[in-house]
């Protein structure tokens, strides 16, 4: 059965931003789900759609319209220069868990 997962945050300026999702042997590979908002924009969500029940993490890297780029890990908070807040589900940040049982 496939689960989806939605990511949504603000940021300071309009970017394009890619969500990248992977299980403990995916994550960082090349195997890892890439899901993408190529619209500028302020606020973005983005559904990660086709994972099975399990946990994942998770990266955000975004661009601005002048090239300028950043990435925010879940793992390593200060990754994101002005990051003010990360409101995280409990569970821990960088990572999410998906099950069989319907919401």
Not at 40 to 57: A, D, K, M, Q
Not at 58 to 86: C, H, L, Q, Y
Request: aromatic share 12%; proline share 5%; with cysteine.
């Amino acid at each position: 059965m496939s689960r989806h997962c939605r990511i949504q945050f603000v940021t300071d300026v309009a970017t394009e931003a890619e969500l990248y999702v992977g299980t403990e042997t995916t994550f960082d590979t090349s195997d890892e789900f890439v899901f993408t908002d190529n619209e500028f924009s302020h606020r973005h969500s983005i559904v990660g759609s086709g994972l099975t029940s399990g946990t994942w993490f998770f990266r955000i890297e975004f661009t601005g319209p002048n090239g300028r780029a950043g990435v925010f890990r879940g793992d390593s908070p200060g990754a994101a220069s002005k990051v003010a807040a990360v409101h995280q589900p409990p569970g821990g940040g960088g990572s999410f868990t998906t099950s069989n049982v319907p919401d």
